[in-house]
């Protein structure tokens, strides 16, 4: 149990164009979702905390018309980068937990590269 | 920034030989969870800790829970090559925070 699917698993971009990567909870209901980045040979750097239904909760420094994140529903959230730099190459994480101080479970990653 | 002290960061062993790793913290921690991270994958939840003072094991793997709540350390006997990766603690914090604080992380090698 406990899974998190992300898609795309990697994704290579012109600068300038957007891309959106998907987060699912597979077998259970996430009413917290996180976006993370993180760059080589360092630790997870938290982008945004998403709750079902409402507007996303973004760590200091991270921009939110650059980073969009919709959280549809239970199961699903979305990371949009609008406009992407060669600098927004990365690898993206997601999670998502079930409720409240329970464990963080980690999609596989997304690694962004923007020409 | 992050308020968590992880070490080592990294160890070269040898197979079969034990590994002790451990996270600590000025702060109090309600959860410790410690995670391995293998290379372009995201990180597997490994053990999950709730009280102060347990002690859980997932294998070959040991977790404890420290008493005062502020750290926590893994043990890992035996290793075998596939142990290879990136640990990392993280927890959540006392003070209502709703994601997770995570360590640095220990990279670990293990020569056949």
């Known amino acids: 149990g406990a899974v998190v699917s992300q898609h795309p698993s990697r994704v290579i971009c012109k600068s300038g164009t957007s891309v959106k990567i998907e987060c699912r909870s597979l077998d259970f209901q996430a009413t917290t979702m996180f976006w993370y980045r993180q760059f080589p040979k360092q630790s997870l750097m938290l982008m945004a905390t998403s709750n079902e239904g409402s507007k996303a909760t973004y760590e200091q420094g991270v921009e939110k018309d650059k980073f969009l994140i919709n959280h549809a529903s239970l199961t699903l959230s979305t990371l949009t980068v609008t406009s992407a730099h060669p600098e927004d190459s990365s690898f993206y994480i997601c999670?998502?937990?079930?409720?409240?101080?329970?464990?963080?479970?980690f999609g596989p990653g997304t690694r962004l590269t923007v020409l | 920034g992050q308020q968590l002290n992880q070490s080592p960061q990294s160890m070269f062993i040898q197979e079969g030989e034990d590994v002790s790793m451990n996270c600590t913290s000025s702060s109090i921690f309600n959860t410790w969870l410690w995670y391995k991270q293998d290379p372009g994958e995201g990180p597997v939840l490994l053990i999950a800790l709730y009280k102060a003072g347990e002690l859980t094991s997932n294998g070959r793997l040991t977790a404890q829970f420290g008493i005062t709540r502020k750290d926590s350390f893994l043990n890992i006997s035996a290793s075998i090559p596939s142990d290879v990766g990136i640990y990392f603690c993280a927890g959540y914090m006392d003070t209502g925070r709703r994601a997770l604080t995570f360590g640095s992380g220990t990279r670990l090698q293990v020569q056949p």
């Open positions: 999670s998502a937990r079930e409720k409240r101080e329970t464990p963080q479970f």
